[in-house]
Structure formats: structure tokens, C-alpha cells
Nanobody, 123 residues
């Protein structure tokens, strides 16, 4: 069993940067593809980014491409989401997600979800 736990959310201003972290307890962190999703009030949960097993390949939703960077540290069982040039439309609960599937521009099957961390961007 793997349990991801996110941290780093909070309230920021437009244009600010913020880094989210996710530490996954359990076994074999390095064998899972990891990614981030987000959900805004009244909207469906949407894919944000994913990173391959080694960290060498990353994928992003168009809405965050060029502003967000996903990375992982297998030695620390951690995955990160560096967010810059934040906009009010980035306001959402951000979820860490682990899957046995292959990293790509979407993660259709997620095996493990974190509890989420709120990011609020005010103008």
C-alpha cells in the first residue's frame, strides 16, 4: 500500500510562485508514475502534470505548460510541483496521484490519491 501526502498549499498573489510537495509512504515508490491533478469548485478533477519513473520525462496540461514544473526524488519518496506565474484560475485543490501506468499527458488510471492541498491565488 502506498499513501501520498501533499503539503505546501496556501494563499498567494497573482504572479507568485509556490512549490507543492508529496511524500508517499509505503513500498516501491520508484516503480510508480506520479502526477498532479487539481479540482476547482464546480469543476471536474483535471490532469496537471506527470513525471516518468526516472524523472526524465514530464508532461503538462496546456493550461500550465511553461509555468509549472513537475519533478521527483526517488531517494526521498517525493514528487514536487513547482508553480510560477500563478493566476487566479490556478485556484484549486491539488492532488498527488500515483499510478502503475505509463507517464503521459493524462493519467487515465490512478491507483493512489493524496488527500489534497488547497492553493488559492488572489488578484
Amino acid at each position: 500500500q502506498v499513501q501520498p501526502v501533499e503539503s505546501g498549499g496556501g494563499s498567494v498573489q497573482t504572479g507568485d510562485s509556490r512549490t507543492l510537495s508529496c511524500v508517499a509512504t509505503g513500498r516501491r515508490f520508484e516503480t510508480y508514475t506520479w502526477g498532479w491533478f487539481r479540482q476547482s469548485p464546480g469543476k471536474e478533477r483535471e490532469f496537471v502534470a506527470s513525471v516518468s519513473l526516472s524523472g526524465s520525462n514530464t508532461y503538462y496540461a496546456d493550461a500550465v505548460k511553461g509555468r509549472f514544473t513537475v519533478s521527483r526524488d526517488n531517494a526521498k519518496n517525493s514528487v514536487y510541483l513547482q508553480m510560477s506565474s500563478l493566476k487566479p484560475e490556478d485556484t484549486a485543490v491539488y492532488y498527488c496521484a500515483g499510478t502503475r501506468g505509463v507517464a503521459g499527458p493524462r493519467l487515465p488510471v490512478v491507483d493512489y490519491w493524496g488527500q489534497g492541498t488547497q492553493v488559492t491565488v488572489s488578484s
